[in-house]
C-alpha cells in the first residue's frame, strides 16, 4: 500500500514514469530512512533531514 501510494507523487530519483513498486525499492527509499525522533508538548516530532530527497514523499504517504 506504500508503494502504490507513493506513485502519485513525483519521485526525485526517477527519470521516468513507473506503475508499480517493488517491496525491496519501497523499502530502501521510504521505509529505511534517516530520522530523529523527538518529543515536544506531549508529542512525538519525527524530524527528517532538509538534504533527503524523499522527504516530500515520506510525508506524503504518512499524512494519507
Do not use: D
Request: proline share 2%; aromatic share 6%.
Amino acid at each position: 500500500m506504500i508503494g502504490q501510494e507513493s506513485l502519485g507523487k513525483r519521485n526525485p530519483r526517477l527519470k521516468r514514469t513507473v506503475k508499480r513498486r517493488r517491496h525491496r525499492t519501497v523499502i530502501n527509499n521510504l521505509v529505511n530512512i534517516a530520522c530523529h525522533i523527538t518529543e515536544h508538548a506531549r508529542k512525538l516530532v519525527i524530524g527528517l533531514g532538509r538534504s533527503n530527497v524523499w522527504r516530500e514523499v515520506f510525508q506524503h504517504v504518512y499524512y494519507r
